[in-house]
């Protein structure tokens, strides 16, 4: 009885972790640009704010819970197809990339924010923290890669993957910040936005992230460590 207990209150914690998160995500979802408050989330999930307080002691680290369910769920699907012995393209690992990180209009913009309050708004217990879960999801599929493509040293599986993110980080940013009111300096200089980001974002990062990928899977095996 005590164990069906037990079990009973881990998925109602669950549930509620969950529905926190969930509420948080429909908030940024409908107002991307600003940050919904402890008493919103509580309202939106059907919750006390008491109870999400509980869960979250602020809502910078509730914002850095959704960004981390998201890569979480990047790299689950990463991890299972690196795993298994069908052999994984590149192109593989590019869909799984649009799928989950891309695509879904939050993410990216999430991601950018995410490093802001890590730096400035995040106790650093709790930025530690996630750093070291993120540091052992990207080890597993880390290596996972360096199964699968075996032109990669030790360590160029978690190399590639850190690159691969702070590409689309940076030109997200990039992308975003060209961005607005058209009679802006991009307007005003003759076109000053296309030489920052001359296509489209998701074209200008398919090219970039496939640029990566075959060069490092080019390069000699005494090229430059990781």
Known sequence: MVIRQRAIQAIDKQERHDAILDAAERLLGRAPDRVA????????????KGTVYLYFPSK?????????????????????AV??????????VMELTWRHIVEPPLVLPLAARCFGLM??????????????RMGKRLALVGAGLERQFPQLPAGG???LLRRSYALMIGLWQ????TRGDPSSCGAATGGLNSIFVPEPFPVELDRA????????LDAPADSTPP
């Open 119 to 132: 730096a400035h708004s995040i106790p650093p217990a709790a930025a530690c923290a996630f750093k070291e």
């Open 37 to 48: 408050s402890v008493a919103e989330v509580a309202d939106e999930a059907g919750l006390g």
């Open 209 to 216: 992230l496939r640029a990566l990928w075959q060069g490092t």
């Open 60 to 80: 910078e680290e509730l914002l850095l819970a959704v960004h981390e369910r998201a890569m979480d769920s990047f790299f689950a699907d990463v991890a299972d």
């Open 83 to 92: 795993a298994r012995p069908t052999t994984v393209r590149i192109e593989d």
């Open 174 to 177: 990039m992308s975003n910040a």
């Open 157 to 159: 599986g978690v190399a």
